[in-house]
Every structure is written in C-alpha cells, then in structure tokens.
C-alpha cells in the first residue's frame, strides 16, 4: 500500500482511544508515499483529543521514512495546544523524502511557540516543494508568528508552492503585508496569504 486517505470526524465518544488505534495501524505500513488523514473535531462540540494521539501520531510519522505527501487535518480540536503541535513537528522533521505538506489547525488553541517549532521542522525538510499552512481561527498567533512564518518560507528556496491561511487570527495587517511581501524576494509558482474569515464559510 502506497497512499492512503482516511477521514473520521472525531467527537467525545472515539477521541483519543479511537485516534491512537488509527496511528498505530498506519505506523505498520512503511512503504506509505502518500497520507491523508483527516480528523477534526465536529462543529459546536468539545472532544478530547489530547497528548496521548499527538504522541501516538508522532511514532507513527518517524515509521513512515518514505511519505513524500502528508495532509494532516486537525481542525477544531479544542485541546490541541503548543505541546501537541511540538509533538508532530519532532515527528515531522523525520520526513527526509517529503515534498508535500498540508495542515489543518484552524481553531486550535496553538501560539506562536506551537508555529515557531513547525516552522523550524517544515526548514528542515530539504526536498519539500509545496506548503499549505491554515491557522484559521488561531486567534493565540500573532505577529511573531506570522514572522516566523516570512523566515521559512523566505529561507526554504526550495518552496515553489505556498498557501498560509491566517484569517481570525492575532496577526496585524502589516505582519499579513510582510508574508505577502516574501514573493518581491524570490519568484514563487503560487503563493497565496489568506487574512480573512468568513464564520459562515466551513470548509
């Protein structure tokens, strides 16, 4: 097996248990090139996804030498801070081979030390090409983060396609005119920085 897409909506009742079990499932199939997991949080709802699957999804990511493509849908939950962030970028920084990064943490509860450390594992990937970032909602990240952000991607020459989403957040709108400001210092085939949001939108 080679790609793999799996999408549950994760609510009280499978949480972390339910979670973890996927994780683990996955860690076995090594010769993974292409990952979509997808596991928000319901609307309106509290779930409980803490540490415990941050931890098991960190494993499983340090398994998976050979994933080139990885989207990682955690919107939505709730008790998703900086610790659970930094658990998945020391698993990600593990991904010499991958070029394809997308990552859900709309309404997650991530500051700028949570962006700071996934930033520093996205720098480390030598081979990665493509970057969909969405902080949408993270209302934590600031100004500092969005820095963080123009660094790498301004560093990482080998992006040619970046898309970072950071409507609702504390960013201002001169830290949104600097991310923009990235495509006068090196050519891009997209670069896209989305500062609005829309509460009637879900996506």
Not at 6 to 35: F, M, P, Q, Y
Not at 65 to 89: C, F, G, P, Y
Not at 114 to 124: E, F, R, T, Y
Not at 164 to 183: F, K
């Amino acid at each position: 097996l080679q790609e793999l897409s799996i999408r549950w909506c994760v609510d009280e009742k499978t949480s972390d248990n339910g979670c973890c079990e996927i994780t683990r499932a996955i860690s076995c199939l090594s010769s993974l090139s292409h990952l979509q997991l997808h596991l928000p949080a319901p609307y309106g709802k509290v779930n409980s996804m803490t540490d415990k699957t941050m931890n098991s999804m960190c494993t499983m990511l340090r398994s998976l030498n050979m994933l080139s493509h990885l989207n990682l849908d955690l919107s939505r939950h709730d008790k998703i801070t900086d610790s659970e962030v930094i658990d998945i970028s020391h698993g990600l920084s593990q991904l010499t081979h991958l070029s394809s990064f997308q990552i859900d943490l709309g309404g997650t509860k991530i500051s700028d030390v949570g962006v700071s450390h996934a930033m520093d594992a996205i720098q480390s990937l030598q081979h990665l090409s493509r970057l969909h970032l969405n902080l949408r909602r993270c209302r934590r990240v600031t100004d500092v983060g969005g820095q963080k952000i123009e660094d790498i991607v301004r560093a990482r020459t080998s992006l040619i396609e970046v898309e970072v989403n950071v409507g609702g957040t504390g960013i201002s709108e001169g830290g949104v005119a600097n991310l923009e400001n990235v495509r006068n210092t090196r050519s891009f085939h997209q670069l896209e920085i989305t500062s609005y949001y829309l509460s009637l939108i879900h996506i």
